[in-house]
């Protein structure tokens, strides 16, 4: 909150070589940021109403919206695709958060030995999401995985391919990604909940409120942008799940992903910049949502000053 | 809400607590979950160690759920070596080690422009930024790889004869997405400190340069240390860019290498493990040393409200 008026003198001292300066230092990273980031992402969407091969520029042909036509209306993969963003959504919302939240909320009240147990569950966001398919790969497979040794059906008919079984391979995904998100959540909330003013928690106490109506009528409305954070984090995750399924199976048999439809497009044998770029346009306007929904809330109060 | 405090918030103050103790419970119950939850969080990593220290003849003989047999290193020497670590590895540093420290160079210069000298842009260009960070990569994927592959470069820089299949070309997009959250946290730090610094400094006639790198940026110390390790992890990490822009598998980092280490390794699942355990040990060595960094960069991004 630094007052206006000292701001508007500030700039009028600028003098000619501190200009130069701030230009550099402010042109450089713009550039940066709109030549690998913006225009890359503007021409996602007019390859998206384009034909080409990838070969020469001179190829490019435009192609109206017959790219769109074709993910809404024939493309086989399309609405797999966003069932299971859905589907990844839903797991990391109602299960994966909540479990953070939990967790959180069960070690914030110093509990003895509260740190081991915030390093057991904080390993998995160390890790790469990548790595973490590796691992559950080595938990699930079929005649030798844990998983099948701990159900007593590793080596029987009954044995199942957990990521291999397109029935049920997008659940052990998100199990795994589970593993991941819920430490990643549990860090956020355990600095959220520490910045809650300990006197509402008081006052609550004193009204009569027990621990879990103090909880959700007092501490969790109180740590609102926390709550943000999170909710933008699940959202974003969610359409960013690629890692995952593109290590197990390139996202596919089962473990089809927006994201991953865009790479297909894009490195595999049908190639289609144009059907590629179509994906990646609906994956762009869908992230935008919780995006906006963010930015609105950081610099809402910031704009208007 | 400042995020100056969340760098310096101590882990639970456990030692302040006990004596003001009030209501000491026991927590029974929550030890008993905490326990069960933390059991089974160590499963996936630990069943993967635990197969890695087996010898195949031993697995294969006593089976994989068994504890018959003896336990060694040799998986992980022979994974080290036929898998060709040491090649990924250093890889990983060569991408690693300079896209972190563009980021911090461009991101603090970017921050202290739009948070210590006001003009008309500073809101626009960090949402700018801010967004930037949030996209999915795919939705620009397919542009960026076109650009890099039609950018013509002479074959002393890249054999490729473009900037595909070059390390350049991942630093310079994870150094492109990386600069919006670097962006976004330091500018919320810089913006904490007192305007009288800068005043003070512009009295004495120090330049733009000056008070960026010689008052502010050592202010930002902290966040520096934090926003460093974060990175270090997130691309270290990072699977996507090298997957989309590197061809030669001899170029891979570590963790887009771990995905060819199914083909290497078929079917010896200790060997694959030991080889999945290794690339673990990195971020591991940077979780025990540096975990108190590596959580106050996670929170700062999230206590802006």
């Known amino acids: 909150m630094s007052a206006t008026l000292p701001k508007a003198r500030r700039v009028r001292r600028l003098s000619t070589p501190d200009k130069v300066v701030l230009g550099v230092m402010v042109g450089v990273p713009t550039l940066i940021q709109l030549v690998l980031v913006w225009i890359p992402t503007l021409l996602s969407i007019l390859l998206s109403f384009s034909r080409w091969n990838g070969l020469t520029l001179s190829d490019i042909r435009p192609a109206g919206t017959a790219n769109y036509d074709f993910v809404f209306k024939d493309s086989p993969a399309f609405w797999p695709a966003v069932q299971h963003n859905l589907l990844w959504l839903g797991f990391l919302a109602l299960i994966a958060t909540p479990l953070g939240l939990l967790l959180a909320v069960l070690l914030d009240q110093q509990i003895r030995g509260s740190k081991i147990y915030q390093s057991i569950f904080f390993v998995p966001v160390m890790l790469s999401l990548a790595l973490v398919g590796i691992i559950w790969q080595l938990f699930y497979q079929k005649d030798n995985g844990l998983l099948n040794f701990l159900l007593g059906t590793a080596g029987t008919p009954q044995a199942v391919d957990w990521f291999g079984d397109s029935s049920v391979n997008i659940w052990a995904a998100m199990v795994a990604a589970t593993w991941r998100h819920a430490g990643y959540v549990m860090i956020l909330y355990l600095a959220g909940l520490k910045g809650v003013d300990a006197s509402l928690k008081e006052a609550a106490a004193l009204d009569g409120a027990n621990a879990v109506q103090t909880f959700f009528r007092v501490v969790f409305p109180a740590m609102r942008p926390v709550n943000i954070v999170i909710v933008v984090i699940t959202i974003i995750e969610s359409l960013r799940a690629f890692d995952v399924v593109y290590v197990i199976n390139k996202g596919t048999n089962g473990l089809e992903l927006i994201s991953a439809l865009v790479i297909q497009y894009l490195v595999g044998e049908g190639q289609s910049i144009g059907i590629g770029s179509a994906f990646a346009v609906i994956l762009l306007v869908i992230s935008l949502v919780p995006i906006t929904v963010y930015l609105g809330r950081t610099f809402g109060k910031e704009g208007k000053a | ?305």
Not at chain 2, 20 to 32: A, E, F, K, M
Not at chain 2, 166 to 193: E, R
């Open chain 2, 1 to 305: 809400m400042s995020i100056a405090p969340a760098v310096k918030t101590p882990r639970t103050p456990l030692a302040g607590s006990r004596p003001s103790g009030s209501r000491p419970q026991r927590h029974y119950g929550t030890h008993i979950f905490l326990t069960v939850v933390a059991v089974m969080w160590m499963i996936p990593l630990g069943w993967a160690v635990f197969t890695a220290l087996r010898p195949k003849a031993d697995t294969d003989k006593f089976g994989y759920f068994s504890l018959g047999g003896t336990f060694s290193l040799d998986n992980f020497v022979q994974a080290w070596n036929q898998g060709g670590f040491p090649r990924y590895f250093t890889n990983s540093l060569i991408i690693t080690v300079p896209t972190i420290i563009l980021v911090l160079l461009f991101a603090s210069m970017m921050a202290f422009a739009v948070s210590r000298v006001s003009w008309k842009f500073n809101v626009t260009l960090l949402i700018m930024f801010t967004a930037g960070n949030l996209l999915p990569p795919q939705v620009l994927a397919t542009p960026l790889f076109e650009m890099f592959k039609l950018l013509q470069l002479p074959y002393w820089f890249s054999d490729s004869g473009s900037l595909l299949n070059t390390y350049v070309s991942v630093i310079a997009a994870n150094t492109a997405f990386q600069i919006g959250f670097c962006t976004f946290v330091l500018s919320n730090y810089m913006k904490a400190l007192s305007a009288d610094l800068t005043e003070a400094a512009l009295v004495d006639g120090a330049g733009i340069w000056r008070q960026y790198w010689s008052i502010i940026m050592p202010l930002c110390r902290p966040a520096l240390a934090a926003l460093a390790t974060l990175e270090v992890v997130f691309i270290y990490n990072d699977y996507f860019w090298p997957l989309l822009l590197i061809q030669s598998g001899d170029r891979l980092p570590v963790t887009t290498a771990i995905n060819n280490l199914q083909g290497t390794f078929l079917s010896n699942y200790n060997l694959l493990a030991a080889g999945a355990t290794i690339t673990v040990i990195p971020t591991l060595v940077i979780y025990l040393a540096l975990q108190r960094h590596f959580v106050a960069g996670l929170t700062l991004g999230s206590s802006k409200g």
